[in-house]
RNA sequence: GCCCCUAUAGUUUAACGGAUAGAAUGCUGGCCUCCGAAGCCGGUGAUCUGCGUUCGAAUCGCAGUAGGGGCGCCA
């Protein structure tokens, strides 16, 4: 789909290209949305070729604008200094509004490419409840999954669920000892039994009941594995009845259990055919499988070689992620077997990689996300290498570390171990927010309505603290910030939507194709406000190829600020607004509220026609 | 020792090397006999320091300062 910010913008570019004497191509990169009051689209032409023929920018911007041709949607040009600004005229602003006005929900959607992204994310630990912390990594790739979907692409949304890890051994040791407790859910339950569990570990005799635990699991044999693999499940289910809340899915769990099973000796045969990776047999990695990593980058350090199968023959996680990798790139001839896992809300099923099950279409991706804390760039990176050393350069471009800073809270970190999460918990968080905004709902309003709609204003609000900010940035977690509803905020945004929801439904009398009106005037707030509509194919665009959510999200709040600034000076329905008014307003209206509709759907926050 | 991230109004933040650094919040003064005030309009107030590159730097380079993280056979 050709937006008409495509075609407006080549048709300037053009106009520009004449009249300038150089290539449309120039002319089109020249061209951008100025920021404050000067003009709708400008160009900087004037700075290249000046630079190219060392002649004075504003004189070269000054011709150019005499020699500009006449379009029916250019009102005028003119030169400001090196820049040259032109007005639209009212017949494209007519015209953009007719045709926005009739884009239904798929507008901004990129045209559907080929072959697969995978985006692995949150990776949690299956013995806790998730914390505000693990909901920004959640919330973060389930919203760039999002936005890559909308782009166009063909997204598979993956878990990794480390079930063989000393954590999970320490709760499932729990679990066995102290048995089921009362608990509202599951997960919440064992995040307690392992706080318990992580203080009686101090004790050398449990701590080594542990290990050997730990061990027997590895195996993968014995009765008590089946409990633990049960456990886990359990509480990754609980884990998602969460992650429905806040509207996150996913497509395949991964469990590393299956990965040992399944595909570890083919990938590690794999490896050992690379001359980079050698078995050690001195120094301080002797016995060892280690990967030697060389260049640049790696200069100065302690020591650049990473471990990936220790003296003992186990591996170590970088080593067990390479292997992952390769499978995700489909690499490895192995398979998985897959189960139903659950049917998520969003009406798709999930699938888990299991013992027993049938084979289907998961991983061998062009395109590899993996959304994991920035204190994890060096083994990403380790990864990356030794993906090029093995002659997988184009694999090793394409695997994208999607990295994000981690949520704090005021007096310091939060620890599984010391159970710093309690009242922290994504859980509480909603119920927080739902409290928040059911008081706010409009009086009229009750029972059902009113849940889903608190629910909904909660998870947008939520989503949009922890991903409207560049991921690069420390969140000290406060609860006023989390959960704001008002300012740059989704409620903000949907809010907007809301407001246009209405309108629409109040002006049910007036007949769509009545909307059209010929020789209307559009006033600066209506001009504006379809403008910053139009951009949203663009910006949606730049956003996912850029994995910022954040991006759409400011977005969104400036078109939201259009809206409300239109709204309160340009009346649609009141009682003296002239008929011509009224119905080019109320198509303005109705393009206003599809590119809300459809930034907010890009991102994962629910547009809603109430609040 | 080496590497990575961060530094912008009181606070939280945005800005393909481009025009007057944009918002939010706070404080402050206005706007509902209402098309929804979760809103709108006005005032207040910011690029860590120095040197450089450039017609032009919050943005690029170098050198610092401050905070965080990494260079484990840990997880």
Not at 179 to 194: A, I, P, T, V
Not at 255 to 274: P, Q, V, W, Y
Not at 597 to 607: M, Q, R, S
Request: aromatic share 8%.
């Amino acid at each position: 789909m050709r937006g008409m910010r495509d075609e407006l913008y080549s048709a300037v570019a053009k106009l520009v290209a004449q009249a300038a004497g150089c290539a449309q191509e120039e002319a089109l990169t020249s061209l951008e949305k100025p920021r404050g009051q000067f003009g709708d689209v400008s160009s900087k032409i004037a700075f290249e070729i000046a630079k190219r023929e060392k002649k004075n920018p504003v004189q070269i911007a000054a011709g150019i604008c005499a020699k500009i041709g006449k379009h029916e949607w250019v009102e005028k040009a003119a030169a400001a200094g090196p820049y040259l600004n032109v007005l639209l005229s009212d017949a494209f602003y007519a015209q953009l509004a007719q045709g926005m006005a009739q884009e239904g929900v798929a507008f901004g959607r990129g045209s559907a490419k080929k072959g697969k992204v995978l985006i692995e994310f949150p990776s949690v630990n299956p013995n806790k409840p998730w914390h505000i912390g693990h909901l920004r990594n959640a919330l973060l790739g389930d919203s760039v999954a999002r936005m890559l979907s909308f782009a166009g692409e063909n997204v598979e949304r993956q878990d990794y669920i480390d079930d063989l890890g000393l954590q999970v051994a320490q709760s499932v040791y729990g679990f066995l000892e102290f048995g089921e407790e009362d608990w509202k859910k599951f997960d919440h339950m064992l995040g307690e039994q392992y706080v318990k569990v992580a203080k009686m570990v101090e004790d050398a005799e449990v701590e080594e009941k542990v290990r050997a635990l730990l061990k027997e699991l590895e195996g993968g044999k014995s009765a008590r594995c089946a409990q633990a693999r049960h456990m886990v499940e359990r509480c990754v289910l609980a884990q998602y009845e969460t992650a429905y809340k806040f509207g996150i899915f996913h497509d395949v769990l991964v469990f590393e259990s299956d990965i040992m099973r399944e595909i570890f000796s083919e990938g590690l045969a794999l490896l050992r055919t690379n001359s980079a990776i050698v078995q050690e047999e001195g120094g301080k990695n002797s016995r060892c499988l280690v990967a030697k990593m060389q260049g640049e980058e790696f200069e100065g350090m302690k020591s650049p070689d990473k471990v990936l199968i220790r003296s003992d023959g186990t591996a170590t996680y970088t080593g067990k992620d390479v292997i992952f990798q390769l499978w995700k790139f489909g690499k490895l001839g192995s398979k998985f077997k897959y189960a139903h896992f659950a049917k998520q809300p969003n009406g798709k099923e999930c699938y888990k990689t299991s013992g027993e099950g049938s084979e289907m279409h998961f991983g061998g991706a062009q395109k590899v996300i993996n959304v994991i804390g920035m204190e994890q760039a060096y083994p990403q990176k380790v990864i990356a290498e030794i993906f090029r050393l093995m002659g997988f350069a184009q694999e090793a471009e394409n695997s994208v570390h999607l990295s994000y800073e981690h949520v704090g809270l005021a007096g310091g970190k939060f620890s599984g171990r010391e159970g710093s999460w309690k009242g922290f918990t994504a859980d509480e968080l909603f119920e927080e927010g739902e409290r928040r905004a059911a008081e706010k709902i409009n009086g009229e309003m009750e029972g059902e309505e009113k849940r889903k709609i608190a629910a909904a204003v909660a998870a947008g609000a939520i989503r949009f603290a922890l991903v409207g900010v560049s991921p690069q940035k420390k969140i000290v977690f406060d609860w006023d910030k989390a959960l704001s509803l008002e300012g740059d905020s989704a409620p903000y945004v949907m809010y907007a939507h809301a407001r246009c929801a209405r309108i629409l439904e109040k002006a049910k009398g007036v007949a769509e194709k009545e909307w059209d009106v010929a020789n209307y005037s559009y006033n600066k707030e209506e001009k504006e406000l379809l403008k910053m509509a139009m951009e949203l194919p663009f910006v949606a665009q730049k956003a996912s190829a850029e994995c910022q959510p954040h991006v759409l999200c400011d977005y969104l709040v400036g078109l939201a600020s259009m809206l409300n600034k239109f709204y309160n000076s340009s009346p649609v329905l009141a009682a003296d607004v002239p008929k011509e008014a009224r119905q080019a307003r109320l198509q303005i209206v109705k393009a206003a509220k599809i590119a809300l509709a459809c930034g907010l759907g890009a991102i994962g926050i629910e547009a809603i026609e109430r609040m």
